[in-house]
């Protein structure tokens, strides 16, 4: 089946540095990538949406240029959380859809990231 | 708004079974998910439900209905590695997931 692998699983960084998170496609072109935060106990929130060689759309309340998202070919997409705060510290999902595929949702494996 | 509910959190018994609801508003509608998501780990798919009826796939069964706004998730059998919390997401008119908050269920021996 499809599978999307994200990198890394696990980071802690410092307060005010930036972290990359990558999310690769392994056996299918991703022509929308979804990027959710999970905070704990709760569900999952969508931040944006990201299709190959456009501008990722942003949800309500999501700083677009602290959350940068780079879509920059079918089968990676990356989101960069630039000047990390404690507040910023969750689970980070993304999910990738086929195209044409309408139930065709497949999760990467999620980053902790635990800003200190 | 759109707006997906189902419960915060149930308890059932290893070997027993156990209904999860949701209901659901939103701005069209192209399908019902739900995910099993453990501690720490992103969800897996479970069902996908477009149409009126019942899905049985294993332990595990979906029910949708359409006109109600509402679907459940039935787990029969519960084994202990059924402990999760699970997540019913609709897919709205713009082909976007909508999630519910989830239902963590626990499974007492």
């Known amino acids: 089946g499809a599978v999307v692998s994200q990198h890394p699983s696990r980071v802690i960084c410092k307060s005010g540095t930036s972290v990359k998170i990558e999310c690769r496609s392994l056996?299918?072109?991703?022509?929308?990538m979804f990027w959710y935060r999970q905070f704990p106990k709760q569900s999952l929130m969508l931040m944006a949406t990201?299709?190959?060689?456009?501008?990722?759309?942003?949800e309500q309340g999501v700083e677009k240029d602290k959350f940068l998202i780079n879509h920059a070919s079918l089968t990676l997409s990356t989101l960069t959380v630039t000047s990390a705060h404690p507040e910023d510290s969750s689970f980070y999902i993304c999910?990738?859809?086929?195209?044409?595929?309408?139930?065709?949702?497949?999760f990467g494996s999620g980053t902790r990231l635990t800003v200190v | 708004g759109q707006n997906i509910d189902q419960p915060t959190e149930m308890t059932a018994t290893e070997g027993a079974i156990v209904q999860i609801n949701c209901t659901y508003q939103t701005s069209g509608f192209n399908g019902l998910f739900w995910y099993q998501q453990h501690a720490g780990e992103a969800p897996t798919f479970l069902s996908y439900n477009v149409l009126d009826g019942l899905e049985e796939k294993g332990r595990f069964s979906s029910f949708l209905s359409r006109s109600k706004g509402y679907s459940y998730l039935l787990l029969k059998e519960l084994q202990m590695k059924d402990s999760a919390s699970y997540l019913c997401?609709?897919?709205?008119?713009?082909?976007?997931?909508?999630w519910g908050a989830g239902t963590k269920l626990i499974i007492k021996p």
């Open positions: 990201s299709n190959e060689g456009s501008k990722a759309t942003y």
């Open positions: 997401a609709v897919m709205d008119s713009n082909y976007q997931l909508i």
């Open positions: 056996d299918f072109q991703a022509t929308t």
């Open positions: 999910s990738a859809r086929m195209e044409f595929e309408v139930d065709g949702y497949t």
